[in-house]
């Protein structure tokens, strides 16, 4: 009883989580499209640019996509560290 509460919550926790990549994804692109005045700041954008693939890629993938990932990132498949990963992301 009390998982079927959570999983609607779970679901607009990975569609909020989801949509803000895409909006960061979108955001880095187009900043890179206008270009840009710094190298840091080209920087920054490819950095946000691979990075939200990786979020888009573990809220939404298919489970291939995400074995794969797990090999090169295994800490995303715990909650603390997606989180963590998140908080990194969120600061840039």
Same mark, same amino acid.
Request: charge should be negative.
């Given at each position: 009883d009390?998982?079927?509460s959570?999983?609607?919550k779970?679901?607009?926790?990975?569609l $909020?989580t989801?949509?803000?990549s895409? @909006?960061?994804?979108?955001?880095?692109?187009?900043?890179?499209w206008? #270009? *840009?005045?710094?190298?840091?700041?080209?920087l920054?954008?490819l950095?946000?640019?691979?990075?939200?693939?990786?979020?888009?890629? $573990?809220?939404?993938?298919p489970l291939? @996509?995400?074995?794969?990932?797990?090999?090169?990132?295994p800490?995303l #498949? *715990?909650?603390?560290g997606?989180?963590?990963?998140y908080?990194?992301?969120g600061?840039f």
């Amino acid at each position: 009883d009390q998982m079927a509460s959570a999983e609607p919550k779970l679901l607009v926790l990975k569609l $909020t989580t989801g949509f803000t990549s895409v @909006l960061i994804f979108l955001g880095s692109a187009m900043q890179l499209w206008n #270009g *840009t005045h710094y190298q840091t700041q080209a920087l920054i954008c490819l950095y946000n640019l691979v990075f939200t693939l990786i979020m888009i890629v $573990t809220e939404f993938s298919p489970l291939i @996509l995400e074995d794969i990932l797990m090999n090169f990132f295994p800490f995303l #498949g *715990t909650v603390i560290g997606k989180a963590v990963f998140y908080i990194i992301i969120g600061t840039f």
